[in-house]
């Protein structure tokens, strides 16, 4: 059998040629010599020529100076045993580059006085040592990530012990960490509860996820609720290891759910007063009005050839205050049922709607309505639609200075809204009364100048948030009249009804 000399230490050429494949290099220290023996895979990791004459100087210099001190350590304390050493450390290249080495060494019996001799083998485990590295950073990155994560997170194996809780799930347990990780589940959960969810966890850790929700009480007293995951955690091969679990604290969502119930409750109970109120306004007190009403007849007729005094002026006066306070209660009535029973979605042609709101209104001679071709077909409610725009003309003739202008209706395309615009040539809003205008009961001028009520535009304000939308104005073309601008969307999918043909979307209107 050929063999190999490295120094005093003799293997077999086969074993060399072994232990050459598997990178593992052999070396030799002579103590008589003061000279070191290194095979070609040696020579390699440290960067040595294969005839280059080696020394001990020469190897410490190829070790890191921050390693050197341990290596020299490890030797002295395996030469004053005659015993073994291991350690890792790195090796600089010529280069100056870095490699990572294991190296285990052997002290050779000898006499006290005898020059010392040591045999060894070191391998190259840098790019274990990289992988190492790369594990430990997404190891920190991963509990990085749990410990910002707003919740609680735990991490249990297929042996149902807990491996890894975060601090929130510390705080929560009330218990210090030690207590909880490498824990068997039971201990964390008690014994009841995972009893219960034995099977539970079982077909989590069989690969399916799980989520739910359950309250838990806290230490001190308060209870929490957490919608909780159970997800399964797989090897690359797909094999489940274990799972985890995620819980997120919902407790003031289900507050605020609670809070908004409450206020819907009590919005219920508002809008059923304000439906009684409006029966008593139409019904209770337009019993009384109709009286006066029929009194200031007589009156007028009893004192029709009576010219003294402000009689007849202020018989007037009574007519016209009760006429307003009988439309005020009509609009009362109009305002606390918008929305209400608003009737079957339909295909609704607007132009057409618009033609007909202006053979409706009647107009003065000198005033022309313009349904602009824009105007579409939409799957909509006919009645708050018509509601709208009635009211949004019909304003715009009351309260044009001249008996003569042109108001037009047009439309255009607003993602899935329709953008309807009424636009007057009129004296224009003011931009201050910018939010006045749909307050109840306000009006821009006197009630002796413009009859009204004052709840027009207020039920138009209603009626389009009813149905998803704003109304804003700006002023029209030139800085002359004003445009009054309503958004409307369309209707649940639950209400439309899918008979209806030719209807356009919202999204495509204009």
């Given amino acids: 059998m050929e063999e190999t000399r490295i120094g005093t230490t003799i293997i077999s050429t086969e074993l060399q040629g072994l232990l050459y494949i598997t990178g593992i290099g052999v070396w030799n ?27 001990l100087a020469l190897m410490r210099e190829r070790i890191h100076p921050d390693d050197l001190p341990a290596y020299q350590q490890a030797v002295q304390t395996a030469m004053a045993s005659s015993g073994e050493f291991a350690i890792e450390y790195r090796a600089v290249r010529r280069d100056g580059s870095v490699r990572f080495i294991s190296g285990r060494g052997r002290v050779v019996p000898h006499l006290p006085g005898e020059p010392i001799v040591v045999n060894g083998v070191c391998i190259d485990i840098t790019e274990r040592h990289t992988l190492e590295q790369k594990l430990k950073t997404t190891e920190l990155q991963l509990r990085t990530l749990a410990e910002s994560f707003p919740g609680l997170f735990c991490y249990v194996d297929r042996d149902y012990t807990v491996r890894y809780v975060s601090d929130r799930y510390v705080e929560h347990i009330g218990a210090p960490r030690e207590a909880l990780v490498d824990r068997p589940l039971a201990e964390l959960t008690g014994k009841a509860r995972f009893a219960e969810r034995r099977s539970l966890y079982e077909q989590v850790l069989a690969g399916t996820s799980h989520s739910f929700e359950e309250g838990r009480p806290m230490p001190g007293g308060s209870e929490r609720h957490y919608a909780i995951t159970y997800h399964p955690d797989r090897s690359l091969e797909g094999e489940v290891r274990g799972f985890m679990a995620i819980g997120i604290d919902i407790t003031e969502l289900r507050q605020i759910e609670r809070a ?56 007037g006066l009574l007519k016209q205050r009760t006429a307003r ?23 609704l042609d607007t132009h057409q709607l618009v033609t007909d709101i202006a053979t409706l209104l009647d107009p003065p001679p000198g005033m022309r309505i313009e349904e602009d071709a824009s105007l579409p077909r939409l799957l909509t409610r006919r009645a708050p639609l018509e509601q709208v725009l009635r009211n949004l003309v019909n304003n715009a003739i009351k309260h044009h200075p001249t008996r003569q202008g042109v108001i ?57 948030e009813l149905h998803g939308g704003r109304i804003w104005f700006h002023p029209g073309r030139d800085g002359r009249g004003t445009v009054f601008k309503f958004t409307w969307k369309a209707p649940p999918a639950s209400a439309a009804d899918p008979t209806h043909e030719h209807a356009e979307p919202l999204h495509s209107a204009g």
Wanted: net charge negative; charged share 30%; proline share 4%.
């Fill in 408 to 464: 037009r209706v047009y439309a255009e395309r607003r993602g899935e809204q329709a953008l309807f615009a009424v636009e007057d040539d009129g004296a224009g809003i003011p931009p201050q009364f910018s939010e006045k205008v749909f307050q109840m009961f306000q009006t821009l001028k006197p009630r002796d100048e413009v009859e009204g009520s004052g709840m027009g535009l207020a039920i138009v304000k209603r009626l389009v």
């Fill in 325 to 347: 306070l009988n439309r005020l209660l009509d609009d009362l009535l109009a305002y606390s049922r918008a929305g209400r029973d608003s009737g079957e979605v339909e295909v």
């Fill in 260 to 315: 908004l119930q409450q206020r819907t409750a009590e919005l219920s109970r508002s809008n059923q007063d304000l439906e009684q109120f409006a029966y008593v306004a139409s019904h209770d007190l337009k019993a009384p009005l109709r009286a006066i009403e029929v009194l200031v007849e007589w009156l007028h007729e009893d004192l029709a050839g009576y010219e003294q005094g402000e009689v007849q002026e202020n018989l």
């Fill in 29 to 55: 220290y002579d103590g008589a010599t003061g000279r070191f023996a290194l095979d070609d895979t040696c020579r390699e990791l440290f960067d040595l020529d294969p005839d280059q004459p080696t020394s």
